[in-house]
């Protein structure tokens, strides 16, 4: 504007004239000195200072577009002209202020905010903390809500506070014996919280040493060169830390444990959920829990599995009955030998008392009432053995009684006999 004035002042142009000029060109229009005062700024001889200068005012903020462009890699002029806006002060509060999410850090090209950094408005979600750099160093931790950044404030990262669950499945592991297994594993975890317990206006504490620590993870995945932040580098230190578990284990260890009542799922999650958080531990991560999730054998093991459990089966059968039957035999024996030692007893017995009592004379009577008892408890034995003919006990008895009621001396065949 000064220089505008300027330029009216070394011109030198005539208010008179003017008048002239506007009542030689619009004669209907009513003219005074004010108004002639006003137009001569616009007179040819002012304007083409302005126009000069005007020009080469727009050729220059071309120029630094292109300059902050090339500069700072952008895509296009468009993105370049209001980041130069940014940094020239020219833009204002805006009335919305898009949130920064973890997603949009992916993909930096698009904003020139997320690709060079401030000055400019940002909004963290809720649940979440941004890490911020300034001159390639860690700068400040940025809760939920709006802020500003200054001028070259970089966001380096978005973490969020929730908890996270990953899980990786059909991945491949050996055991000890070089036997591959299909392996699924799942895991829960979130940012340190320092020990602080969520409240109503805190419901996600979080350690800022934590949030540190866990915002500068990046691990190197593949020979892409991709790179894998906080929130991806536990469920694959899982995987590689099961994968070496596994390695430890033979097969038959791993299902069949030594030690009896032993869950050889639980066993391996145990040591998996001591290794893997005593590694995160050191990157600010907490992991609250741990899961196996599959544990597969390929299918020619499994078929060769289930034929041993088979012939093991069969052959424990086979075992039982062997040990079954020799038992029968054996107890059937032993029936027997006592049977006959019982029979030999009971003859002599009554040898000895007809002998005693002087009463030969019905020896045979008495023999054969002996053996007729000695031949009963024999069958009573081997009945709890062996199923006896229905009639064998009744014809015993019956044969003890008609013995028994014959001439015989009953005082010799004593209680046997009754």
Do not use: C
């Amino acid at each position: 504007m000064l220089f505008w004035v300027l330029a009216r002042y070394i011109e030198r142009v005539d208010v008179q004239s003017t008048i002239t000029w506007l009542n030689s060109t619009l004669p209907a229009l009513p003219t005074s000195n004010g108004l002639a005062f006003v137009l001569s700024f616009f007179h040819w001889k002012v304007m083409r200072h302005i126009i000069a200068v005007g020009v080469g005012w727009y050729f220059a903020y071309d120029a630094a577009v292109v300059l902050v462009m090339m500069l700072y890699d952008l895509p296009e002029k468009a993105g370049a002209r209001r980041f130069l806006r940014r940094l020239l002060g020219l833009v204002g509060t805006p009335l919305t202020i898009s949130e920064i999410t973890p997603a949009m850090l992916a993909n930096r090209d698009e904003s020139v905010l997320l690709r060079v950094g401030g000055p400019g408005w940002v909004k963290v979600p809720p649940g979440h903390v941004m890490v911020t750099e300034l001159n390639g160093r860690f700068y400040r931790i940025l809760t939920a809500g709006r802020h500003i950044l200054k001028r070259y404030e970089y966001i380096h990262a978005v973490l969020n506070l929730q908890p996270q669950r990953r899980a990786l499945n059909h991945f491949t592991a050996y055991s000890r014996d070089g036997i591959p297994l299909t392996v699924g594993v799942s895991i829960v975890y979130r940012v340190k919280t320092g020990n602080q317990s969520a409240t109503r206006d805190n419901p996600y504490p979080f350690d800022e040493t934590a949030v540190r620590q866990a915002a500068y993870i990046q691990t190197v995945i593949d020979e892409k060169g991709s790179v894998a932040t906080w929130d991806e580098t536990p469920i694959n230190m899982a995987k590689g830390t099961l994968v070496a578990i596994l390695a430890g284990y033979k097969l038959d260890e791993i299902i069949y444990p030594e030690q009896a009542g032993e869950e050889p799922y639980r066993t391996l999650r145990n040591e998996l959920m001591r290794k893997l958080r005593k590694k995160l531990d050191d990157m600010g991560i907490e992991l609250q829990s741990v899961g196996i999730d599959q544990l597969d054998l390929p299918p020619e093991v499994t078929d060769e599995y289930i034929n041993y459990w088979k012939s093991h089966w069969r052959s424990q059968q086979m075992l039982t009955l062997i040990d079954g039957t020799a038992s029968a035999v054996e107890e059937r024996e032993i029936a027997r030998a006592e049977a006959e030692i019982t029979m030999i007893q009971a003859i002599q017995e009554g040898i000895q008392r007809a002998q005693r009592e002087g009463a030969t004379a019905h020896m045979d009577e008495v023999i054969a009432l002996r053996l007729v008892e000695a031949l009963e408890m024999m069958a009573r034995q081997s009945q709890q053995l062996t199923p006896l003919p229905n009639s064998m006990l009744s014809q015993l008895e019956k044969m003890r009684r008609q013995l028994g009621q014959g001439d015989v001396d009953h005082n010799l065949l004593g209680n046997r006999a009754s």
